[in-house]
């Protein structure tokens, strides 16, 4: 099994609501990651996790909460979203490699959950 | 830091043209680089990479040679398909920043029949 699944596919929230998005893998990879993709751009790293263990945060908001219950799981909650945050929300994942290996980090994404906020 | 630069586009080509996508990087070290694809809709895939210079990296007739001299990793393709339209993305990844990938702009390319 060689795909990242995410659910949902769309999902339109008001700026007042609670949901969560949800990313599943089964390739036994140890890092999984939260991008933000708006229109016509490249992906923006949100969250990296490493071992179950959040090891990047880029300096995101805290209306959005990234959980990693194990290690083929990893959610994204989110609270009091604004317009702005409408975007694609990209799950991908990875491998790590030994410490000084370049051959990792080739990440397999999932197809995205296309976000409303009205 | 890292950074990638893509040539801009978009890109508009009659079917069976030759394609090329410039990719240009600066990096500390040696890092492994990428060329992922978007099509309409849907989640970025992997299409190639190589993790060391002189690479190639091949895949579905697209194919890019790391260039340590040049610090580049172009895109070519010998003749397009129309199911070759989307949005290519050349990345980098460090030993150095272990979990983080840096992406180009993207280039959009449209296949006429």
């Known amino acids: 099994d060689t795909e990242v699944t995410q659910t949902p596919k769309h999902l339109v929230m008001g700026m007042t609501n609670k949901k969560s998005l949800k990313c599943e893998q089964h390739?036994?990879?140890?890092?999984m990651y939260w991008y933000k993709q708006k229109a016509k751009k490249p992906p923006e790293l949100m969250f990296v996790?490493?071992?179950?263990?959040?090891?990047i945060n880029e300096s995101v908001p805290s209306r959005f909460s990234p959980e990693c219950p194990n290690s083929s799981l990893l959610n994204l909650h989110l609270h009091a979203l604004q317009p702005e945050d409408s975007a694609l929300y990209l799950c991908?994942?990875?491998?790590?490699?030994?410490?000084?290996?370049?051959?990792?980090?080739?990440?397999?994404f999932g197809p995205g959950t296309r976000l409303t906020v009205l | 830091g890292d950074s990638v630069t893509q040539m801009e586009g978009p890109v508009t080509l009659s079917e069976e043209a030759f394609l090329t996508i410039n990719c240009t990087y600066t990096?500390?070290?040696?890092?492994?680089l990428f060329w992922y694809v978007q099509y309409p809709g849907e989640g970025l895939q992997l299409l190639l990479k190589?993790?060391?210079?002189?690479d190639k990296g091949s895949n579905k007739g697209f194919e890019a040679t790391y260039r340590k001299e040049t610090t580049s990793f172009h895109l070519e393709k010998g003749s397009v398909q129309v199911s070759d339209s989307a949005v290519y993305f050349c990345?980098?990844?460090?030993?150095?920043?272990?979990?983080?990938?840096?992406f180009g702009d993207g280039t959009t390319l449209t296949v006429k029949p």
């Open positions: 990096a500390t070290g040696y890092p492994s």
């Open positions: 990345a980098l990844s460090g030993a150095l920043n272990a979990g983080k990938s840096t």
């Open positions: 991908a994942s990875s491998q790590l490699g030994l410490a000084g290996a370049n051959s990792y980090n080739e990440q397999f």
């Open positions: 996790y490493s071992y179950e263990k959040l090891s």
């Open positions: 390739m036994g990879h140890r890092a």
């Open positions: 190589a993790t060391k210079a002189d």
